[in-house]
Every structure is written in structure tokens, then in C-alpha cells.
């Protein structure tokens, strides 16, 4: 039987797997058209810090480091459920206490959540903000307890116990978003799921790590998935058109073989990006940036 300390080091094991991984989520950008209400909502209910700002964007992130930006166009037109584009933005917590601890400070502040998931891999929680961009909160599961069938991990989305989870923060209480939190992944809204995996595995690299009902999951270094994609609200859509609120930009922190590999298999479809990267859309019109780190 797994003690608490045998799960505790797994847990530590996993994160630093996850900062190895050969691809991971590294800043994610958002096209708001009030910006500070949206800025206002990801301090105040996400404990999110302001790092820097000016020039139409503010930028968000947890000691010292940048998670999320946020660009300012009040002539954007409001981004469809039905589009193709951002499902929701995932923030890791390191633990099952912090998770704990943000939902029992949600519950007294009144966040309105949108769901709640045990995803076997994982206890997730979901709200929007104010522009209707989803939002995920959720902490691992040890990697130990993972469970395998056919070379695929198992998820599923199953309900959770919500007092259980809130009684896991035992005397922690809930004040900003960890140092060592991040964006664990990224699920998209796609038009084709066939064409999604050509995309993201054959093309930017990820391993399929599991197949869903409407979805499959991408990761990278043995995680759950580091990005998603579904057509449970999209499918059939086509390529993005026109300024829209949404996901703006997703960058991926990859490490420097995956960047070659990526510049040679999209030679025709890529653009440089600074720092040395590259910048490819998939095939909805989603900007993808792959920055070597």
C-alpha cells in the first residue's frame, strides 16, 4: 500500500516530469475587450499577479513568471460557442490541499462554478470569466495511480466529492495563486477530431495519450495531455475569421528538437518568432507559438 509519504514523492516526481516534458504550455494569450474587468476577475477570484503592463496588455502570471496575457481590442466581436478556439485554459495547482483551500475560498466568495470532474488523473473544478473564456482549476493525482489500458491512460469525467476536496486543505487557507502553480494544459475547440491528431501529433509532435467521446488528448514526457481537442460544441467548424475575443495566442515551451523538427516538417507554413521560435496556425486559424526551452 502507497503511504503519504510514497505519494507525496510521487507528486514531486510528476511536477518535475511535467517541467521536462518535451513540450509544455508555456503563455497563453487572450483577446478581451474589457480589459481590466477581465484582469480584475483572474486577480481577484484566480489570485493571479500582475507582472507587467502598457500598451493595450497586462500580463498576468504567479512570481514573477508571465502565464497569461490579455490584449485589449473593444472592436473585437464576441468569440462563438460554436467556433473553433479556446475550450479552456488549465491551471495546475501543486497539490490536492491548494485545490481545497481555492475551492473553500470560492465557496465563501460566491464563485459561480460551471462543473466539477473527478477525471481519474485528476480533481478538476471549471468556471468562465467575464468574456465567457473557460476555465479550468485542478490538481494531479500521483503518476503511480494512473490507470492504463491499451497504451492509453484512463480518463473519464466522474463526479467529485466536493466537501471531501475541501476538507483536504485541513488549515490552509486560499490567498494567491502558488509560486509554483502553471498551466498545466490547454483544451481546444476544433472542427475535426482526425484532423486535429494529424495536426498536433504528426505535425507539432504530442503522443495521442487518450480518446474520448468527441475528443482526444495530446501529451508530451508521459503526462495526461498538455493540450486537448474536442468538437463537442464545434464540429464542422471552420478556420477562424475576423478579429474575435478568445484565444489569441498558445505558446509551447519545447525543447530544441522538437523546434527543428517543427520548422522542417511547416517550412511553407511557418513564420519566425522571437525568442529563437517559430509561430504555425493549426488548422482553424489558431496562432501556435513553439519557443526552445
Same mark, same amino acid.
Given at each position: 500500500?502507497?503511504?503519504?509519504?510514497?505519494? #507525496?514523492?510521487?507528486?514531486?516526481?510528476?511536477?518535475?516530469? =511535467?517541467?521536462?516534458?518535451?513540450?509544455?504550455?508555456?503563455?497563453?494569450? =487572450?483577446? @478581451?475587450?474589457?480589459?481590466?474587468?477581465?484582469?480584475?476577475?483572474?486577480?481577484?477570484?484566480?489570485?493571479?499577479?500582475?507582472?507587467?503592463?502598457?500598451?493595450?496588455? +497586462?500580463?498576468?502570471?504567479?512570481? %514573477?513568471?508571465?502565464?497569461?496575457?490579455?490584449?485589449?481590442?473593444?472592436?473585437?466581436?464576441?468569440?462563438?460557442?460554436?467556433?473553433?478556439?479556446?475550450?479552456?485554459?488549465?491551471?495546475?495547482?501543486?497539490?490536492?490541499?491548494?485545490?481545497?483551500?481555492?475551492?473553500?475560498?470560492?465557496?465563501?466568495?460566491? @464563485?459561480?462554478?460551471? $462543473?466539477?470532474?473527478?477525471?481519474?488523473?485528476?480533481?478538476?473544478?471549471?468556471?468562465?470569466?467575464?468574456?465567457?473564456?473557460?476555465?479550468?482549476?485542478?490538481? &494531479?493525482?500521483?503518476?503511480?495511480?494512473?490507470?492504463? #489500458? %491499451? $497504451?492509453?491512460?484512463?480518463?473519464?469525467?466522474?463526479?467529485?466529492?466536493?466537501? &471531501?476536496?475541501? /476538507?483536504?486543505?485541513? #488549515?490552509?487557507?486560499?490567498?494567491?495563486?502558488?509560486?509554483?502553480? @502553471?498551466?498545466?494544459? @490547454?483544451?481546444?475547440?476544433?472542427? &475535426?477530431?482526425?484532423?486535429?491528431?494529424?495536426?498536433?501529433?504528426?505535425?507539432? $509532435?504530442? &503522443?495521442?495519450?487518450?480518446?474520448?467521446?468527441?475528443?482526444?488528448?495530446?501529451?508530451?514526457?508521459?503526462?495526461?495531455?498538455?493540450?486537448?481537442?474536442?468538437?463537442?460544441?464545434?464540429?464542422? /467548424?471552420?478556420?477562424?475569421?475576423?478579429? #474575435?475575443?478568445?484565444?489569441?495566442?498558445?505558446?509551447?515551451?519545447?525543447?530544441?528538437?522538437?523546434?527543428?523538427?517543427?520548422?522542417?516538417?511547416?517550412?511553407?507554413?511557418?513564420?519566425?518568432?522571437?525568442?529563437? %521560435? =517559430?509561430?504555425?496556425?493549426?488548422?482553424? %486559424?489558431?496562432? +501556435?507559438?513553439?519557443?526552445?526551452?
Amino acid at each position: 500500500m502507497a503511504t503519504a509519504a510514497s505519494l #507525496t514523492a510521487s507528486a514531486d516526481d510528476l511536477d518535475l516530469a =511535467l517541467q521536462a516534458a518535451p513540450h509544455r504550455i508555456g503563455e497563453v494569450a =487572450l483577446i @478581451v475587450r474589457d480589459i481590466e474587468a477581465v484582469s480584475g476577475f483572474y486577480r481577484s477570484v484566480l489570485g493571479l499577479q500582475v507582472v507587467e503592463s502598457g500598451r493595450g496588455k +497586462i500580463r498576468l502570471g504567479a512570481g %514573477g513568471s508571465v502565464l497569461l496575457e490579455l490584449r485589449h481590442d473593444p472592436d473585437a466581436r464576441l468569440h462563438s460557442r460554436r467556433e473553433a478556439g479556446l475550450f479552456h485554459t488549465a491551471f495546475l495547482l501543486p497539490g490536492r490541499e491548494e485545490l481545497g483551500a481555492w475551492l473553500a475560498f470560492a465557496a465563501r466568495e460566491g @464563485v459561480q462554478l460551471t $462543473g466539477a470532474a473527478d477525471h481519474l488523473v485528476s480533481e478538476a473544478v471549471y468556471l468562465r470569466d467575464p468574456e465567457g473564456n473557460g476555465i479550468e482549476i485542478y490538481a &494531479d493525482r500521483p503518476r503511480a495511480a494512473w490507470r492504463r #489500458t %491499451g $497504451g492509453m491512460i484512463e480518463m473519464t469525467s466522474d463526479p467529485l466529492d466536493l466537501n &471531501d476536496l475541501m /476538507a483536504a486543505a485541513r #488549515t490552509r487557507a486560499w490567498s494567491a495563486f502558488p509560486e509554483d502553480g @502553471v498551466i498545466g494544459h @490547454v483544451h481546444l475547440q476544433v472542427g &475535426d477530431i482526425a484532423a486535429a491528431e494529424a495536426f498536433y501529433g504528426d505535425v507539432l $509532435g504530442f &503522443d495521442i495519450t487518450c480518446r474520448y467521446r468527441g475528443a482526444s488528448f495530446h501529451g508530451s514526457g508521459g503526462y495526461h495531455h498538455q493540450l486537448a481537442t474536442n468538437v463537442w460544441n464545434s464540429r464542422g /467548424a471552420a478556420e477562424r475569421a475576423g478579429r #474575435t475575443t478568445g484565444l489569441g495566442e498558445l505558446e509551447l515551451v519545447v525543447h530544441h528538437e522538437v523546434l527543428e523538427t517543427v520548422r522542417a516538417r511547416t517550412a511553407s507554413g511557418m513564420r519566425e518568432a522571437a525568442p529563437p %521560435g =517559430l509561430s504555425v496556425q493549426d488548422p482553424w %486559424g489558431t496562432l +501556435i507559438t513553439l519557443r526552445s526551452g
